[in-house]
């Protein structure tokens, strides 16, 4: 069994910053990349970051703003979230191509998700 749980997200002011993290957990053999999607009402779920050894890649609009990494000892992610928005409100969910013990391959995992309300 694999899971990913986020943690981190909430209320913040326009200009503020908020930490996210995801943790996996279970019987893993190994994660490649990993990532940060979000979703609002009525929206498309959209690609935030992802990373994947030392390549990062970001959306667009958040670019300068939001920083990826990982702890790979702990088979976690973080999304760093500076400088925050009122467009930013959403809710963010974290992606892992994880390769389970016992499986020769890689399967997509997603997290529960976690609130981001930014406020004008």
């Known amino acids: 069994q694999v899971q990913l749980v986020e943690s981190g997200g909430g209320l913040v002011q326009a200009g503020g910053s908020l930490r996210l993290s995801c943790v996996a957990s279970g019987s893993i053999f190994s994660i490649n990349l990993m990532g940060w999607y979000r979703q609002a009402p009525g929206k498309q779920r959209d690609l935030v970051a992802v990373?994947?050894?030392?390549?990062?890649r970001y959306a667009d609009s958040v670019k300068g703003r939001f920083t990826i990494s990982r702890d790979n000892a702990k088979n976690t992610v973080y999304l760093q979230m500076n400088s925050l928005k009122p467009e930013d409100t959403s809710v963010y969910y974290c992606?892992?191509?994880?390769?389970?013990?016992?499986?020769?391959?890689?399967?997509?995992?997603w997290g529960q998700g976690t609130q981001v309300t930014v406020s004008s």
């Open positions: 992606n892992a191509d994880v390769r389970p013990a016992g499986d020769r391959s890689y399967h997509a995992y």
């Open positions: 990373i994947s050894g030392a390549t990062t």
